[in-house]
């Protein structure tokens, strides 16, 4: 039994040996030059070939010649019956719309042979590609033409080598792209010039401190760093419009980049103040308001608009205001009657939109006299009549000559009165009488 299981085995591989044995296998090296026997780079090499008799005949997975256009396949035809062997196949090459065939027939087993060399002939172009910007500086920039994307070397330069046709060259560096369309039917040497700008923003406020904020210029959007700055680079349109935003304020800026690199936005992010806001009120019962605004920072976007209205009993009108000098603002209130009171009220509201308010109250005063009031309400006066005012004047003059001179009448009168009076005599010295010697 045991010996009948062997020769079994035995029999059973030698019928596998032949059945590996009636096919073959094929290795292919295919090289393709174009019409100048230069190497082609990038064309499909394929085999047609049949499997077997059961299977029929399959496609060998295209691979793409090298740098040095070589491209190596390896099939094997598996077959069960030596005499169904069919060893013809059909090698493919194809390269842009041309396709190339050459029909063989396999070696058989090659053993310790060499891989089979087949060269074919295709005809292809260089294309010598360089990308510099408006100035001729060299760029890095990223190159597509025919399926095949290139990068720039150092000198802005790469090469492409493809089929006859027409392409559309596509660069683009940064996000900036530019397109060039070329009929390629030669060698051909094709310059792109991408014009490229660089803009720096930068955002402050009025006292030049950096602000943080949304800017957009050709449909790129940066934030402002730390230095309040965004850097744009890689511009391709000289005219842009840049937009800066920060909360619900908006600035639109257009710049000619061939003419500026740097462009300065500034917010007034302060409200401006009002001070030294006062009333004075004339005899006739007229109002006039004063007041001066300070919109403080060296970079402040000044006063845009100043309004003032007043009230009184309960109704509210509006007081017109004139600039007098530099930033100090005039409004006059008509005149009303004494003991009225007239609330006022002030709005100052710079370029950018912030308001400064200021409040005040006065009070129309009595008249002092009737005859004050007769001339404050505009009556003539009798030809040489003298106002109160000027009889003050006279008056205080009157008093103070007549207290001059009577001064000088009493220094006078005792200053001779001391000099004209008699001296005073001392009565005369008795002397005793003398008394003689005793003898």
Do not use: W
């Not at 089979?116 to 360089?130: N, Q």
């Not at 007081?319 to 009225?340: D, E, L, M």
């Amino acid at each position: 039994m045991g010996f009948r299981l062997l020769v079994a085995m035995v029999l059973l591989c030698s019928a596998f040996a032949g059945f590996a044995s009636a096919g073959y296998t094929e290795r292919l090296t295919v090289q393709v030059f174009d019409q100048a026997y230069r190497p082609v780079e990038g064309a499909q090499a394929y085999v047609d070939y049949q499997l077997n008799a059961v299977s029929g005949y399959m496609k060998t997975k295209p691979k793409l010649t090298s740098v040095n256009g070589t491209a190596d396949l390896l099939f094997t035809n598996y077959e069960q019956i030596d005499s169904s062997t069919l060893t013809s196949y059909t090698l493919y090459v194809k390269y842009g719309d041309q396709v190339k065939t050459m029909d063989l027939i396999a070696r058989g087993e090659p053993g310790g042979l060499p891989p089979r060399r087949v060269d074919v002939l295709v005809e292809s172009y260089y294309l010598f590609l360089t990308v510099r910007d408006q100035k001729g500086a060299a760029l890095q920039a990223v190159a597509m033409v025919g399926g095949q994307e290139k990068a720039m070397d150092g000198a802005g330069a790469a090469i492409f080598q493809l089929p006859p046709g027409t392409y559309v060259i596509k660069t683009e560096i940064g996000g900036t792209a530019a397109n060039k369309e070329i009929a390629l039917s030669e060698d051909n040497a094709v310059d792109i010039v991408m014009p490229l700008y660089l803009l720096d923003v930068v955002v402050e406020d009025e006292q030049r401190q950096p602000l943080q904020a949304q800017v957009s210029v050709d449909g790129k959007e940066k934030e402002t760093d730390a230095r309040g700055r965004a850097v744009f680079e890689n511009i391709s349109m000289q005219n842009v419009d840049v937009t800066v935003m920060k909360g619900t304020a908006i600035k639109h800026v257009g710049v000619d980049l061939e003419r500026q690199k740097t462009l300065e936005i500034v917010f007034d992010v302060t409200k401006p103040l009002v001070k030294d806001l006062h009333a004075e009120v004339s005899e006739g019962g007229e109002g006039t308001i004063t007041l001066f605004v300070e919109d403080a920072g060296p970079k402040a976007s000044g006063v845009d608009v100043v309004s003032i209205s007043y009230e009184t009993g309960g109704i509210e009108e509006i007081a017109r205001a004139y600039t007098v000098s530099y930033n100090t603002f005039v409004a006059k209130i008509p005149s009303y009657p004494p003991g009225t009171t007239v609330k006022y009220s002030v709005k100052v509201k710079d370029r950018d939109g912030n308001i400064g308010l200021g409040v005040g109250v006065y009070t129309v005063p009595a008249a002092e006299s009737e005859d004050a009031n007769e001339t404050q309400q505009g009556k003539p006066s009798q030809p040489g009549a003298k106002t109160p005012s000027a009889l003050n004047v006279e008056m205080i003059a009157l008093y103070i000559c007549i207290f001059a001179v009577f001064s000088y009448g009493v220094f006078y009168y005792y200053r001779n009165r001391k000099v004209i009076s008699p001296p005073t005599q001392e009565p005369p010295q008795v002397r005793p009488p003398e008394i003689p010697p005793k003898a």
